[in-house]
């Protein structure tokens, strides 16, 4: 089935399909002053998050003139703030053609997830612009997971400040991981793990065996002495159900 | 370039000075040029255990503070002729031992030395990162019990976060796991851990068990590194161990309990 196996030579690369979260700049109106001031002030809200940032200038609610939209200024202002601008959003053939020119990438002006990620090419100027843009109902971006592949050791503390957190090795004891969403351990969870750590009440914490000090979710937990009736050293969930941590089996969720 | 082992665990008197010994005593008879520096300041022991004592007159801080040279602090070994021991000060503070200082000390060492053993003192205090900060590779030496476990969590948690190779973005450090005072009745009688629960726990391969034994404490008190003692279960477990950190592959001995047969019974009384 292969093609190295069917015409013998070796390939360099391989086309995949990849779906990534990206941020998008929604542009009301340009004036590079303004834009930069507003951006630095975005910045120093948070200076990590924007570092090195992909970022996606959407033009949907753009209210401008198209002559206004000088997009090298755009890319030449994020860069500066370390932004790294990757494409266009737009239904607007003007608009495309002036995008084009600064060689950025064309993606359609409709959502994004409605789009096959193959869109992504710039090579298709005559993509309609069908299901014209809602406004305010555009999804948000969910915050990616933050994902770890070694042990968290004693004394060790890792928190996913935004979505959910993957580790993929044991939490041991005297460790702590705290998310803003889901918390899933794949290994043994001998620590505290604290989802759900700015009041999100949905969020739950997976583990393949529950060993744990501490679980909570939403500022609701149990301590160990409390956990070892139900699920002790097997793999659960455990969510919030009316104010109650409830660790159920995975194997009968 | 010297391959710069950390010998350390978080929890004192677990070993860690009796296994310097022996590694560094080890890597030197099969020919490699080690030196082991002792990095408990103010709590000096590795000269003991060497049996070098009465022959320090310089020592790692005198070096670092620049009062003496390396050649004058080192103390070549008696029975070994490749091994040389760097000893603390029994009467200088831990902050003497500067980053920068034990840095350059470290690099001078690395140009004419094969393996560089760091004794590290217990804690997880300046002393115990300073032992640490440099390592390409690190002994966790554990006892078979909980607390000793939880602590070598936690430095192997600093060993990630804390030493050079964390800081530089580098692979971190190799990690291995050394069970001491290992006592395999006890561990049927479900008085201590057993090698698997240990390394289940950690998560670290496994470099050597070393037999709980008389002998390690008489090799101590003779100020004889016990891997010298080459007809023990405790030194053929050391010399064991250091062969595999060399890279060779040995089976683990000595993990169950030796029933004793009817002839050792009337031999040994016992």
Known sequence: MSDIATTGVSQTFQLKSASVSLTALELYYFDNDEFEANLRDKISQAPGFFKDVPVLISLEKYEGLDSELDFFKIIGTCRRYNIHVIGVRTANDDQRRLARAAELALLPGSSLREKKPEAETGESPGEPAQSAPKAASAPAQPAPAKVINQPVRSGQQITAPEGDLVILAPVQAGAEVLAAGNIHVYGPLRGRALAGIHGAEGARVFCQSLEAELVSIAGHYKISEDLQESGWKSAVQIQLKDDLLVVTPLDKA | ?270
């Not at chain 2, 950690?202 to 101590?220: K, R």
């Open chain 2, 1 to 270: 370039m010297a391959r710069i082992i950390v010998v350390t665990s978080g929890k004192g008197g677990v070993g860690k000075t009796t296994t310097s010994a022996s590694i560094s005593t080890g890597l030197a008879k099969r020919g490699h040029k080690t030196v082991v520096i002792d990095f408990d300041v103010g709590l000096r022991n590795l000269d003991l255990i060497m049996n070098c004592e009465r022959r320090v007159v310089y020592d790692f801080v005198n070096v670092i503070q620049g009062e003496a040279s390396l050649n004058q602090a080192l103390i070549k070994d008696k029975r070994v002729d490749t091994l040389y021991i760097l000893p603390a000060s029994q009467t200088r503070e831990k902050e003497a031992l500067t980053k920068e200082g034990v840095e350059k000390v470290i690099n001078e060492l690395s140009e004419t030395f094969d393996y560089i053993v760091c004794d590290s003192p217990a804690g997880i205090e300046h002393g115990a990162l300073m032992a640490l900060y440099h390592a390409d590779e690190a002994i966790v030496v554990t006892n078979p019990e909980v607390s000793s476990v939880r602590d070598s969590d936690r430095i192997l948690g600093i060993l990630q976060s804390k030493s050079r190779r964390a800081e530089n973005g580098q692979e971190p450090a190799k990690e291995h796991l050394l069970l001491t005072r290992y006592n395999p009745d006890r561990v049927e009688k479900g008085e201590m851990l057993s090698v698997e629960d240990v390394e289940e726990i950690l998560a670290i391969p496994l470099l050597g068990v070393i037999p709980e034994s008389q002998v390690v404490l008489n090799a101590s008190n003779q100020g004889l590194p016990v891997i010298l003692e080459e007809e023990s279960d405790a030194g053929q477990a050391y010399e064991d161990a250091v062969a595999r950190l060399v890279g060779e592959e040995r089976e683990h001995r000595f993990l169950t309990s030796q029933k004793k047969g009817f002839f050792s019974r009337m031999f040994k009384g016992g």
